[in-house]
């Protein structure tokens, strides 16, 4: 026990390191910021390594820093947890990490039957705007992409795959076109040719690829086409635009199952066309450490139960 570091000044150094910030650790844990100062100089003189670089008001990590708060952050999550029970407080927080879209599209409107269910368990979300490395330091799950990483574990929840969409009205003015250029003979057929969608508006989300177009270009390449460069492509930032374009009848879009249930959608239909794999499978993932932890266990099967629901 003679190797162990100033304890007091663990909890400085992890708020330090997740604020980005001096002033506001000192803020948070009501202290002064001289305070803080000279808790993170006893730590690192008890270690022999700088844990910040200072420059100005910008703290950042050191690699040393970072290897120590990988091993620190959850460290102390767990004594507060164990404090928390033996204090006779048997309410668990946790933070889970999840796409914006698919927090917003399917998450959030299946979240008061988990409440319901689990009320002892406070569940804050993190919005991600991409997929980063996981760390302690921005959640305690996470919905990611992502989820080969070590010391982490996982479990599948959704493998994507993308289908054209658009309005009714749009989808009645695409019959008209098509039974008049007579490439279909009734109305509701039960296939379409991918070609002729090119008859048509397309709304691009780059969002799904990183690249304006590349949305569709890959699925005219999953069906044996090729998307022309002069296509009628409108391209839009982000899916859930190009779901708002598609609603108000301004051409097809791509989507997924979490993004979309056509079934439940009174204004969106489902285009009779091949479907495409994107080769993006979505996981609920969480440090093997903690893998026993009656939160996350129980936060993992309600997950696994609702993907089930959703035909996933």
């Known amino acids: 026990m003679n190797d162990l570091p100033p304890l007091k000044a663990l909890p400085p ?3 330090v390191a997740r604020l980005s ?15 803080i100062s000279h808790q993170i100089r006893a730590l690192e003189d008890s270690l022999g390594e700088a844990l910040f670089i200072r420059a100005g008001r910008n ?3 050191t690699q040393a820093g970072e290897q120590f ?11 507060e947890r164990a404090a928390g029970r033996l204090r006779g407080s048997s309410d668990e927080r946790l933070r889970l990490a999840v796409p914006s879209s698919l927090a917003v599209c399917w998450l959030i409107p299946r979240l008061p039957q988990f409440q319901r269910q689990h009320p002892e ?25 992502r989820y080969r990483q070590r010391g982490y574990q996982s479990r599948r929840l959704y493998v994507e795959q993308l289908f054209a969409i658009c309005s009714r009205p749009y989808w009645q003015q695409m019959q008209k076109c098509l039974k008049e250029d007579r490439l279909i003979e009734h109305e509701q057929p039960r296939a379409l040719d991918p070609q002729w969608l090119l008859r048509f508006r397309l709304l ?6 990183d690249r304006p177009g590349e949305d569709w270009r890959r699925w005219f390449s999953a069906n044996g086409r090729r998307l022309p460069s002069d296509a009628r492509l409108h391209h839009f930032s982000h899916m859930l635009l190009a779901h708002e374009a598609a609603r108000h009848d301004q051409g097809i879009a791509l989507s997924n199952d979490y993004m979309l249930d056509t ?3 009174p204004d969106l239909v ?5 479907l495409m794999a994107t080769g993006d499978e979505f996981h609920l993932a969480y440090k093997s450490s903690r893998r026993n932890e009656p939160a996350i266990r129980a936060l993992a099967g309600w997950l696994e139960e609702q993907a089930a629901r959703s035909g996933w």
């Open 13 to 15: 150094f992890e708020a």
């Open 21 to 35: 910030s001096f002033s506001r650790a000192a803020e948070e844990m009501n202290l002064t910021q001289s305070a």
């Open 59 to 61: 703290v950042s990590l």
């Open 69 to 79: 708060l990988e091993e620190v952050a959850p460290a102390l999550a767990r004594i």
């Open 121 to 145: 368990i406070e569940l804050d979300l993190e919005m991600l705007s991409d997929m980063p490395h996981m760390s302690d330091r921005i959640a305690d799950c996470f919905l990611t992409v």
């Open 204 to 209: 691009s989300a780059a969002s799904l690829f």
């Open 263 to 265: 079934a439940a959608d």
């Open 270 to 274: 489902r285009l009779p066309v091949p």
